[in-house]
């Protein structure tokens, strides 16, 4: 299996640009994940889909994140308009809905965004 | 509320030798899982081992294995016959079966001396 890819892998952007970056999870998964990693903040879960369905989102920061996951092997992460603040490392990761090892999350390479 | 705390910033190994790295946790739940993720350079973030807290036997992968102390609260790390690839941040996570949201820790960076 290819595991988790996103994309880009960077990106570099100027603040009050759209930014949108993307996920396809493990085949066969049933929950995606996006998470934040900052010095200042460590990994923060933003938000999280069950069956393309997002159950979680009380980790978004702001009105100008949002997510999509449109069909079972695509998710995006939208952010509009950015902000220097913004600049982090954002991942994406997968897990089973049940079964043995359905609790273990699968992460992919992230995406390092910077604001300038 | 769930907790996981890492204590050590920062460790040093000399290659070859042996490391332990602490994770300490708080949880109410009676059935939750408990991992280490590695994270080099690269970002990536990668499963070491993961261990389900119902399980009395100590998870070991390869030269990776923990020590599960469930009534402590205890879930460190050894790393047996360290390489210099094994240098990277380490997380401790936890994940309560009840939600899918890991707790993590802060991390703890691991030096690999050649």
């Known amino acids: 299996d290819a595991g988790v890819i996103q994309s880009p892998r960077h990106e570099v952007t100027e603040m009050g640009q759209e930014v949108t970056l993307r996920c396809k999870p493990i085949s066969g998964h049933d929950y995606l994940f996006w998470y934040r990693q900052t010095m200042m903040r460590g990994l923060e879960l933003l938000i999280y889909?069950?069956?393309?369905?997002?159950?979680?989102d009380s980790g978004m920061p702001e009105d100008r994140f949002s997510a999509k996951m449109p069909n079972a092997s695509f998710s995006t992460l939208k952010i509009q308009p950015s902000e220097p603040r913004d600049s982090a490392v954002y991942f994406c990761?997968?897990?089973?809905?049940?079964?043995?090892?359905?609790?273990?999350?699968?992460f992919g390479p992230g995406t390092r965004l910077l604001v300038l | 509320a769930q907790t996981v705390t890492q204590s050590q910033p920062e460790m040093s190994v000399q290659e070859a030798e042996t490391v332990t790295l602490s994770c300490t946790y708080d949880t109410s739940e009676s059935d939750y899982y408990l991992f280490w993720y590695k994270q080099p350079p690269s970002r990536q973030m990668i499963l070491v081992i993961r261990q389900e807290a119902y399980k009395q036997q100590n998870a070991t992968e390869n030269r990776f294995s923990v020590n599960f102390q469930k009534a402590a609260k205890s879930f460190s790390l050894k790393i047996s016959d360290s390489q210099l690839g094994d240098a990277a941040m380490y997380f401790c996570a936890l994940l309560a079966d009840s939600n899918y949201q890991l707790i993590w820790g802060a991390g703890t960076k691991l030096i690999i001396k050649p």
């Open positions: 889909f069950n069956n393309n369905v997002p159950i979680d």
């Open positions: 990761a997968s897990s089973l809905a049940a079964g043995v090892g359905q609790e273990t999350q699968y």
